[in-house]
């Protein structure tokens, strides 16, 4: 039987960690701009709400919390957050240099943050912004997954090649990568397993 869509319910939009609410238990969803991160996480959640949230204008550069909130959990109780894109060159030269240090601010310090989804473009492979994330994360021993989007881009003779390819980009093995798409919705019921996973 296939899990449930992720009930998740913005809560709030914030500039800094000291903005967070308290929450027991939280994954956060970080990327690059455009590597499908709204799309996936109204995957996740089975709408086309919640990317509207993320993506409102002014929105994009702060960090996103929703509850999830089911039979299982309540308000205020576990939580998922989107981060910022990192990477996008339309952003003044100022906010581009706090963006890192809010995301690392959130990475290293926020105690209930128990697993981090680096998302990776499945149909372009890791780029030299994601691999110095991956490293960062290894180094400060955040933990983490890498979740592989857009794979219906990748044609089916390339696919066992992009596996490979994009694993050893990330210096990860390829069942360590969770491979997605939200137009096949291929990965979409195991990562809502594994983010209720971590939650629980
Ligand atoms: P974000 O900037 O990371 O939030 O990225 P978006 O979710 O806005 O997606 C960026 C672009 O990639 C949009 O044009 C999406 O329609 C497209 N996209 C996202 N996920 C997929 C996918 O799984 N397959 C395909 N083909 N396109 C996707």
Known sequence: MSPPPLSLRFVMSAARLGQLPERRAEVAFVGRSNVGKSSLINSLAGTKQLARVSN??????????????????????VAVVDLPGYGYAKV??????????????????????????????????????DVQMLDWLRECQVPHTVVATKQDKVKSSKRDARRRDLAAGCRLEQGDIVWTSTSSGAGIDLLRTLVRGHLA
């Open 56 to 77: 409102t204008p002014g929105r994009t550069q702060l960090l996103n919390l929703f509850d999830l909130v089911d039979r299982d959990h309540g308000d205020g109780d």
């Open 92 to 129: 003044p030269g100022r906010v581009r240099r706090e963006w890192p240090e809010m995301i690392e601010g959130y990475l290293l310090d926020r105690e209930s943050l128990v697993q981090v989804f680096v998302l990776v473009d499945g149909a372009i492979g890791p780029t030299p912004l």
